[in-house]
């Protein structure tokens, strides 16, 4: 199961403890992409390692004299890049996180550190396109409400109602009148124009006033 992360001259041994550890740590739809070991030139008998997954990128190091070994682990949205520098005697692969992290692991051997570049670099592109995605459907997303709010204000614009005419009172006679009836014109005038000013402002219907008019008039 593990021969297929042994293909770059990997420790067996340290992939095994790795990969042992690796498969519990896994999350639903996540899989294995590469693991390198650090070969230093005296004997190591605990090397550090680097797994790399779809998800995430995790440092492994041994400790308690192998008994036991500690990993620290990054998602690929959260690495801003990824290093990798060869020397005299192997190569050192890093990265560097979003909020200033960097760790990294040296004398690996070359031809693993070059593998861990190329894999980091298109789980990188990978993640970097995934975001593009993810920020046009925000804009979408947005556009779409905002179109939908304001077709909804459009349609619900308020419609006035037709003001009907209303008839003009009669102009007072410019005759006199009989002492008797002035009081009773004088009258009928102001509650006419009280009348017209509770319909122009709303306080009553058309129906109102004009059924009111004819009650005043019909008094009169």
Same mark, same amino acid.
């Given at each position: 199961m593990i021969d297929k992360f042994l293909r770059d001259e990997q420790d067996p041994k340290a992939v095994e403890k790795v990969y042992s550890r690796l498969v519990d740590l896994l999350t639903t739809g996540e899989e294995i992409l590469y693991i390198a070991v650090q070969k230093k030139p005296i004997v190591n008998l605990f090397p550090d390692c680097i797994a790399l997954t779809n998800k995430r990128i995790l440092f492994f190091?041994?400790?308690n004299l192998g008994l036991s070994i500690k990993f620290v682990d990054f998602v690929w949205k959260d690495i801003v890049d990824v290093f990798t520098k060869e020397e005299i005697i192997g190569a050192v692969f890093s990265a560097k996180t979003t909020i200033g992290t960097e760790m990294g692991v040296d004398y690996l051997p070359k031809v693993q550190a070059?593998?861990? /570049?190329? /894999?980091?670099?298109?789980?990188k592109e990978a993640e970097r396109e995934a975001r593009r995605l993810r920020e046009l459907e925000e804009k979408r997303a947005e556009s779409g409400a905002l179109n939908i709010d304001h077709a909804a204000q459009v349609a619900y614009q308020p419609v006035?109602?037709?003001q009907q005419p209303v008839a003009a009172s009669a102009p007072p006679p410019v005759a006199p009148v009989a002492p008797v009836e002035e009081p009773k014109k004088d009258e009928l005038t102001e509650k006419l124009k009280r009348l017209k000013t509770l319909f122009e402002s709303g306080l009553i219907s058309q129906e109102e006033y004009n059924h009111k008019k004819v009650e005043l008039l019909s008094d009169f």
């Open positions: 190091t041994p400790a070059r593998k861990l /570049y190329q /894999y980091a670099q298109e789980r006035a109602a037709p």
